[in-house]
């Protein structure tokens, strides 16, 4: 465990869960019209916060969505020689398209997104350092319409450095800060 989870985490998952109380209208006003959490923790400590994260968020009211998972699922789903072929024909837009998302990752990414809220629940990602090169971000899933017109806010667990005002997810890639509330 290290020293920064020790220090931080209590801080963090308490603004977090006092977030999470707010109406889905205080969310969307200070998320700029979004319902989405980027709950923002130190690159080394990915472990430690989704545990903790386990622990606090109480199954009955959120599901863990696992992106290592989820992208385990995609490929199998699609079959492992078909993704392959996909990704040597289209490069990168097998995970998102901008032309048509149907079949790529993203478009499954956001069905189990979708599921989660149909079950009246509150989807929690988990383990986002996966999405790393794979031209989309969290202002893609964040900007979804079945995320903006949600009864549930999606919460996003963001490993990222934090330099000032600027979120830098895996310690590389700006984040935005638009259509979410930023807990850090």
Do not use: W
């Amino acid at each position: 465990m290290s020293k920064s989870f020790q220090i931080d985490h209590n801080r963090l998952f308490n603004n977090l869960e006092n977030a999470l109380k707010n109406d889905l209208a205080s969310i969307q006003v200070e998320a700029n019209g979004g319902r989405t959490i980027l709950f923002v923790y130190p690159c080394d400590d990915d472990d430690e916060y989704i545990a903790e994260g386990k622990r606090r968020l109480k199954k009955e009211n959120f599901s863990f969505i696992d992106i290592r998972k989820v992208f385990s699922e995609y490929v199998e789903e699609i079959g492992e020689d078909n993704f392959k072929e996909m990704e040597a024909n289209f490069g990168k837009e097998v995970y998102r398209s901008e032309n048509a998302s149907e079949g790529t990752f993203f478009a499954f990414l956001m069905d189990k997104i979708s599921e989660v809220l149909q079950c009246d629940k509150s989807p929690v990602l988990v383990h986002t350092g996966a999405l790393y090169d794979m031209e989309f971000s969290n202002i893609h899933i964040m900007e979804d319409s079945r995320v903006l017109h949600a009864k549930h806010p999606l919460v996003v667990f963001y490993p990222a450095t934090v330099e000032g005002e600027t979120i830098k997810f895996l310690g590389r890639i700006t984040a935005s800060h638009y259509r979410c509330i930023v807990i850090k």
